[in-house]
C-alpha cells in the first residue's frame, strides 16, 4: 500500500515567545514492512536544526529558534509504501518459559525494554495480568493475542478522556483511554512476564477510502499519532500488536519512533522561554494513494 500522511503539530503563545527549543522525532525508519518514498520536515518560523540518533535508534531532528514568535508550526510530510509484516512463527511457536529463557541471553541491548519507567512504574495489576495470562506452558503467540483481546476487551477507548501526565494507575482505575494508555497497560504486564517489550509511535490509516471488503471496520486511532506495542521473540525479531484495535499490526500501521514509553518516542518534545501559556494543536491526515499498475 502507498500513503501520503501530512502531520502538523502547531504552537500558539498567548503572548511572544522569545526562545523554542524542540526535540522531533518524526523520520521514520526504514524497515523490511515499510519504505520511505518521500520525506520532508519544514519548521515555521524556519531556524537551524541539526540531526542525530538517539539512544533508541530514532532519528531526531533538534529545532533551535531563538528569535521572538507568536506561533511556531512542525509539519511532516511523507510518503511511504508498506507491505504486509511475516510474523516469525518459530519464535512464537516456543512457550512463554522457553522464549523468557532464550531472550535472557540477548544481551543489555534489551535491558532497557525490560524495566519500569516513571510512565509504566511496576503494578500489582500488571503482575496479576501476566501470571493469568502469559502463563509459562503456554505458546507464546497463543498468549500475545490473548493479552491483546483482554486489553481490547478490558478497557474503553474513550477520546480525550486522559493527558499525557495521567497516571497509569487511574487507566487500571478507570479501563478507560487512549492508544497511548492500552500501549500503557500492555508494556507494563509484557515487563511484569520479563518479556522485552517497547512502546511504538506511528501513524494508522483508521478509515481507508475503499475497504478491502465489505466486513471490515474501520481501525480506531487518532487524528494525531497512533500507539502500539513491540514485542522481543526468540530469533532477535520484534512482533508488533496493536491492543486498540485487537490486531497484529499490518500495512495500514507506519513506525516512526521507538522506545520504553511515551516519552522516549513522542513526535514532538520541547521547551520555550516566555512569560505565557501555549495552545497546542496536532493533526494527522493520512491518504492511500491508488499504485500504477
Known amino acids: 500500500m502507498l500513503f501520503h500522511v501530512v502531520h502538523t503539530t502547531g504552537y500558539h503563545y498567548v503572548d511572544t515567545a522569545m526562545e523554542a527549543y524542540l526535540e522531533v522525532r518524526l523520520t ?77 541471553t540477548a544481551g543489555t541491548g534489551v535491558f532497557d525494554y525490560l524495566q519500569p519507567t516513571e510512565a509504566i512504574p511496576s503494578a500489582s495489576e500488571s503482575t496479576a495480568w501476566a501470571r493469568e495470562i502469559l502463563r509459562e506452558n503456554c505458546p507464546l503467540r497463543e498468549c500475545l493475542e490473548a493479552l491483546n483481546a483482554t486489553i481490547h476487551r478490558e478497557f474503553k477507548y474513550r477520546s480525550g478522556s486522559t493527558e499525557i501526565e495521567t497516571p497509569l494507575s487511574h487507566i487500571w482505575k478507570t479501563r478507560e483511554g487512549v492508544c497511548q494508555d492500552f500501549a500503557h497497560v500492555m508494556l507494563g504486564i509484557l515487563r511484569a512476564a520479563h518479556l522485552p517489550c ?55 500501521h507506519i513506525t516512526v519512533a521507538v522506545g520504553r514509553d511515551f516519552l522516549d518516542a513522542a513526535p514532538v518534545r520541547g521547551t520555550f522561554k516566555g512569560s505565557a501559556s501555549q495552545k497546542l494543536k496536532a493533526r494527522v491526515s493520512m491518504q492511500r494513494i491508488p499504485e500504477k499498475l
Open 28 to 104: 521514520p525508519p526504514v524497515r523490511a514492512e515499510q519504505e520511505i518514498v518521500r520525506h520532508r520536515i519544514e519548521f515555521l518560523p524556519a531556524a537551524q536544526v541539526s540531526d542525530y540518533l538517539d539512544y533508541f535508534g530514532n532519528q531526531t531532528t533538534f529545532y533551535s529558534m531563538t528569535l521572538r514568535h507568536r506561533q511556531l508550526k512542525v509539519t511532516n510530510r511523507l510518503t511511504v509504501r508498506t507491505r504486509p509484516r511475516v510474523l516469525p512463527e518459530v519464535g512464537l511457536s516456543l512457550s512463554v518459559a522457553e522464549a523468557r529463557q532464550i531472550l535472557k
Open 198 to 252: 517497547r512502546y511504538v509511535c506511528g501513524y494508522i490509516e483508521s478509515e481507508p477510502a475503499v475497504p478491502a471488503h465489505p466486513a471490515q471496520r474501520p481501525l480506531v486511532g487518532s487524528l494525531a499519532t497512533h500507539a502500539w506495542v513491540e514485542v522481543l521473540v526468540p530469533g532477535m525479531a520484534w512482533v508488533a500488536l496493536d491492543p486498540t484495535n485487537n490486531q497484529w499490526c499490518g500495512e495500514q
